[in-house]
């Protein structure tokens, strides 16, 4: 980007889920030594750094360290990934417009210790408690519904309908028991 060295990163590595971490942003430019470089100043002040996951972006609250040309921006990642840094706006009358990719963040098995063998069956067998209770729900609620409906018209049928509906329900159930067990392969 010009004369300048742009280098974008993360503060504390590997940057994991749901853990405050930094994006660093270090701009610096050719000093009068040839093979040494300077930090650049106010970069900021007419420059502009968004972070971009997917079609999502944010503008980054950047912040100056004290040693020149050192600028972070705090964030805590929320999903998983690859987030690129786009910076837009000029230094110093140079026009940067660049988009600089950052290390993948990760989840927080990565920090786990020990690392749990299996999964977190307690919490597996909540889930699916869960979704058998509110599947029962929905048929009790299905059958008051039908049982309430005029059926006097010689188009309707109430007991095709009560099957496609315990059908519905019945399709929704294997579907939370099969993103259950794949959450537990997954781990």
Do not use: C
Request: charged letters at 20%.
């Amino acid at each position: 980007m010009g004369p300048y060295e742009i280098e974008v990163g993360w503060q504390d590595e590997p940057p994991v889920v749901g853990i405050l971490n930094a994006i660093t942003i270090d701009i610096r430019e050719p000093g009068d030594v040839e093979g040494v470089s300077m930090g650049v100043n106010n970069a900021f002040k007419n420059l502009r750094a968004s972070v971009v996951s997917g079609g999502a972006s944010k503008v980054l609250d950047i912040n100056t360290e004290p040693r020149s040309g050192h600028y972070y921006a705090k964030i805590i990642p929320t999903n998983t990934g690859s987030l690129e840094i786009k910076l837009q706006g000029e230094i110093n009358g140079i026009e940067i417009n660049d988009v600089i990719p950052v290390e993948d963040v990760e989840s927080t098995s990565v920090l786990d210790f020990p690392t749990t063998s299996g999964s977190s069956s307690g919490q597996e067998v909540t889930a699916l408690k869960n979704a058998v209770t509110s599947i029962q729900k929905d048929v009790s609620l299905i059958k008051s519904q039908v049982s309430g409906i005029d059926t006097s018209s010689g188009n309707f049928d109430a007991e095709t309908a009560y099957n496609f509906g315990v059908f519905g329900v019945s399709l929704g159930a294997a579907g939370v028991i099969l993103a259950i067990i794949a959450m537990v392969k997954r781990k």
